[in-house]
């Protein structure tokens, strides 16, 4: 396939994700590679296919001592550089492509070989120096090409349908949005109706929502969109985060930080958030996959111009 957004930064994963000596199966822009992590916090990534007779390597193991990554086919061992290890000694060049790999704040980038055009965007940066890691959820492979699940990150209209049961959603609105080049910053509103007992017994988070809700979200194009959002309890950072796999399959998941949280509800409010960011992603990816084919839109709604501000980026790179 020809590659998306080529020379963009892209977050494939949080080391939380990667279990330590554990393969893992990465899709990027078509091409499968095996990414793992040793005891010391280091990671690697490699192509996926052994060079042999091209058996997936990320069916294989790892071999502790060596940080090397075996072929479950031959027992074949290659290192974190693509490098053939045979009875202790290493081959001086690879043989498999290695995946080059940015680690910043436990956060895993890419640019997947091809020239950087963007920096890694400081906003998660930001995040890091402010909140604490809560945890990882919504991990989710959503079949829908990438510019379409990018367009629903940046439409906060799509809340008033498809997140409204959830939230009791009864208004969205924007009062400010500011644009300036590859970032972008929403000032939102949203008001809410009372959930029922039911529902705050499943998601107590749900119980604790203020009836008006003051949320800013900041956009870094292509990968990244935060919700900062204040409870009753605590300060939220909802990062969600897109890759390519495809053309017709989309990576998501979302990084939850958090601070100033009681400490007495702690316990309970990690489970609760990650409990309605793991939500959103299934409602979002409902909607991402009954989705008609792409046609010119005949209705517009109000401030409809951060969504196609990222079309225009995605359609100009």
Request: hydrophobic letters at 35%.
């Amino acid at each position: 396939m020809e590659p998306i957004l080529p020379g963009a930064p892209w977050l494939i994963a949080h080391k939380s994700m990667l279990g330590v000596n554990q393969p893992n199966k990465i899709t990027l822009n078509g091409q499968d590679y095996v990414v793992w992590q040793n005891r010391k916090g280091e990671v690697f990534a490699i192509d996926n296919i052994c060079p042999h007779m091209q058996a997936p390597l990320s069916d294989g193991w790892i071999c502790q001592e060596r940080d090397t990554i075996t072929c479950p086919f031959h027992a074949l061992e290659f290192d974190g550089q693509g490098r053939l290890c045979r009875e202790e000694k290493k081959d001086t060049q690879p043989i498999t492509q290695p995946l080059d790999l940015i680690v910043s704040n436990d956060c895993i980038w890419t640019y997947a070989g091809f020239e950087p055009r963007l920096p890694i965007p400081d906003l998660h940066q930001r995040i890091v120096d402010e909140y604490e890691f809560v945890g990882v959820s919504g991990e989710k492979s959503i079949q829908g090409d990438f510019l379409s699940n990018l367009m629903v990150n940046y439409d906060y209209n799509h809340q008033n349908g498809t997140h409204k049961e959830m939230f009791k959603i009864t208004s969205c609105s924007v009062s400010s949005f500011e644009e300036k080049g590859y970032y972008a910053q929403v000032q939102q509103e949203i008001t809410r109706a009372d959930n029922t007992l039911c529902e705050i017994i499943k998601n107590p988070l749900l119980g604790i929502l203020p009836k008006t809700l003051n949320n800013a979200l900041e956009y870094a194009f292509p990968s990244t969109t935060v919700l900062f959002a204040q409870t009753p309890i605590g300060k939220v950072a909802q990062v969600h985060i897109l890759y390519p796999q495809t053309e017709k399959s989309t990576k998501t998941f979302i990084l939850m930080y958090a601070r100033d949280v009681n400490p007495l509800m702690k316990s309970l409010f990690k489970n609760s958030v990650l409990k309605a960011a793991a939500t959103v992603i299934e409602q979002d990816t409902t909607a991402v996959e009954s989705l008609y084919p792409r046609q010119k839109s005949k209705i517009r709604l109000p401030n409809e111009e951060i969504m196609f501000h990222a079309e225009k980026l995605y359609r100009d790179w």
